[in-house]
């Protein structure tokens, strides 16, 4: 997508003047981004130690309100990537898997499976419902009492689940609503989703500066056969936990537009994504990076960028947050939820992130950018074969979903 088409989506959304909102309680400070100005819809820097903050980025005005509109039929969904264009740029086919995608949030979204519905509705893709058995939704144990709602978090929930089911329209889907955004609520949600039947992958969009703690939540992350994806973080170079553990597979972000070249799409590293060598969890038998004595994040990447962004339908920013519509999205929060649901696609999970190591053949090589400075290394810039921000690459096909390397024995 390029920022004339992304223009044109705004002028659009604007020219509705009767639909578009305007949120009265911003859930953190305005930042440019690129071209865009985006807020986060969880607030500002993560609180380390106690609580999680959302990876999602909203889309706003140079004000800071929020592109948005609650027409069903709004040009922001035909002008920012839908579920075919994400599927052709990451050449992933369409499936008939019936695996199970988990998405893990914190509070409640009464609304989640009536928007999800519009969602798949506006792009084609059939009914996930209660009623046919796609779509289910629990609290953090399994139970029907669910989480008080917010806003900005459901927004999140809104963009995992669209994303989740943009690569794998067959896949059946489990909410997990988190109490709140506590870690040990997450980590709880995260450890019942990992242990339900038929599922594959967990997505988790959600992080903090990684610090002493991790070792009282890494169990809860570590489920053998199953794929746990989880956001490299949105503030660029820079550790984030829980995308730091050895059981995960941390998502990077990039910048994603049409090309005239054999793949007709080009990427490169976003200045968002998190990356880092780990100060913390040791370095992991997948790992060949030269430099890095620890874990490296990240594993692997899709599009993140706002400037690139995905149109979604959920909660707006109404003083209530009673209303749902068309807004435009970006963060890793984007990408951690496509590589889940590619593993449902695939109908496999992982124990780890090996495969994207070991099967980088099968992924796009990120060559450019960068999210910092770190002295001229691999940690935060964007080269030939591995780098932070874009792990070993982007998906090309299913390859390296599931990868076994050969035996050496």
Not at 324 to 333: C, D, K, L, N
């Amino acid at each position: 997508m390029t920022i004339r088409k992304f223009a044109l989506a705004v002028a659009s959304v604007i020219a509705m003047a009767g639909s578009v909102q305007v949120s009265h309680a911003l859930p953190g400070p305005v930042e440019r981004d690129g071209n865009v100005f985006i807020v986060r819809t969880c607030g500002g820097d993560p609180m380390t130690g106690s609580s999680a903050n959302c990876g999602a980025k909203i889309l706003t005005d140079s004000n800071g309100t929020p592109i948005e509109t609650v027409d069903p039929n709004a040009t922001v969904a035909n002008n920012n990537y839908g579920p075919a264009e994400l599927r052709a740029a990451y050449n992933v086919p369409v499936s008939t898997s019936t695996k199970t995608i988990a998405i893990v949030d914190a509070f409640g979204y009464p609304a989640a499976e009536r928007d999800l519905g519009v969602y798949r509705a506006r792009y084609g893709l059939p009914p996930c419902t209660t009623a046919n058995g796609c779509f289910k939704k629990v609290g953090q144990t399994g139970s029907p009492i669910l989480p008080t709602y917010n806003v900005g978090w459901a927004q999140e929930t809104a963009l995992d689940l669209d994303m989740a089911s943009a690569m794998c329209p067959t896949c059946k889907i489990l909410l997990v609503e988190a109490t709140s955004n506590s870690f040990i609520n997450l980590a709880t949600a995260a450890q019942f989703a990992a242990n339900q039947p038929n599922v594959v992958a967990v997505s988790n969009s959600y992080g903090a500066t990684e610090g002493s703690y991790i070792s009282a939540y890494a169990s809860y992350y570590s489920h053998p056969g199953v794929a746990i994806t989880v956001s490299s973080g949105d503030s660029g170079f820079g550790n984030q936990f829980p995308a730091d553990l050895p059981t995960v597979i941390a998502v990077g972000g990039t910048n994603l537009q049409h090309a005239s070249n054999a793949r007709g799409w080009t990427e490169s590293a976003w200045t968002g994504a998190g990356s880092g060598c780990s100060a913390i969890v040791p370095r992991q038998p997948f790992q060949d990076d030269a430099l890095c004595g620890n874990r490296m994040e990240s594993d692997v990447s899709a599009v993140a960028d706002p400037n690139t962004g995905v149109a979604i339908y959920g909660p707006l920013n109404a003083p209530s947050g009673s209303k749902s519509g068309w807004a435009i999205f970006g963060g890793t929060s984007v990408s951690a939820p496509i590589i889940a649901g590619i593993f449902g696609s695939k109908g496999v999970g992982a124990n780890d992130a090996t495969g994207f190591w070991k099967g980088r053949a099968f992924l796009n090589d990120v060559t450019t950018g960068n999210n910092g400075t770190c002295g001229g290394t691999y940690y935060c810039n964007a080269g030939t074969g591995y780098d932070g921000p874009t792990g070993n690459g982007t998906p090309n096909g299913t390859g390296a979903f599931g990868f076994t390397p050969p035996s050496t024995n």
